[in-house]
Structures are given as C-alpha cells and as structure tokens.
Nanobody, 120 residues
Framework: QVQLVESGGGLVQAGGSLRLSCAAS????????MAWYRQGPGVQRELVAR???????NYADSVKGRFTISRDNANNTVYLQMNSLKPEETGVYYC??????????????WGQGTQVTVSL
C-alpha cells in the first residue's frame, strides 16, 4: 500500500554534486526511518545514509562530510545531497523506508532505484 519513488539520479563528473529525492505515498501513518542504499558494480548493496523519525542520521564512513540526508516530513520525502562525488560511488541508489500504517503495523519498503554515474 506504499510506494517509494526515487528521482534525481544522472551522470555527473567526478567532484560534482547530485541531489536524490525519494517520495513515499500511500497508506502512511508515520515513517520510522528512511535510508539510501547503493548497489555498485560487482558489490553488495550497502547502506549509504539513514535518517530516523527523530532526526538521527547515520552515514557510511566513506561519505561522511560529503553527503547529507534530510527529510521533508510534510511531503514524506527524503533527500540525499551528494557532494564531491567519486567514480567508485557509481551505482543504483535505492530508497528504503520503514513505514507504519494506521492499524499500527510497520513494514519495510524499497524503491525501484535511480542510477548515478560518476565519470572521470
């Protein structure tokens, strides 16, 4: 009953910036957390950043100081501002969320992913 739709991916040169967006829609009572994962070529999907309902953030060590995750609670949207991008950060970025419905049940959801390509 919930959809996550990502946008903002694209092609950027090394050192450039992108901002990813993920909008959640459907039967949403509250969002417990939202996160961004990356699936790069030949690597396992890994956590990039996460933000909780209370605003606590977590980042992969490799992106600290360069990436910022934020929320727009009114629109059930999470953003990932990515600065100083590196070629090794190329991959498909997936939005992930734990969302509670009005019956009191929480479920995990994944978006379809948005491609980010960082060129030299």
């Amino acid at each position: 009953q919930v959809q996550l739709v990502e946008s903002g991916g694209g092609l950027v040169q090394a050192g450039g910036s992108l901002r990813l967006s993920c909008a959640a829609s459907g039967r949403i009572f509250s969002i417990n957390f939202m996160a961004w994962y990356r699936q790069g070529p030949g690597v396992q999907r890994e956590l990039v950043a996460r933000i909780t309902n209370g605003g606590t953030t977590n980042y992969a060590d490799s992106v600290k100081g360069r990436f910022t995750i934020s929320r727009d609670n009114a629109n059930n949207t999470v953003y990932l501002q990515m600065n100083s991008l590196k070629p090794e950060e190329t991959g498909v970025y997936y939005c992930h969320a734990n969302i509670r419905d009005r019956l009191g049940y929480s479920y995990m959801y994944w978006g379809q992913g948005t491609q980010v390509t960082v060129s030299l």
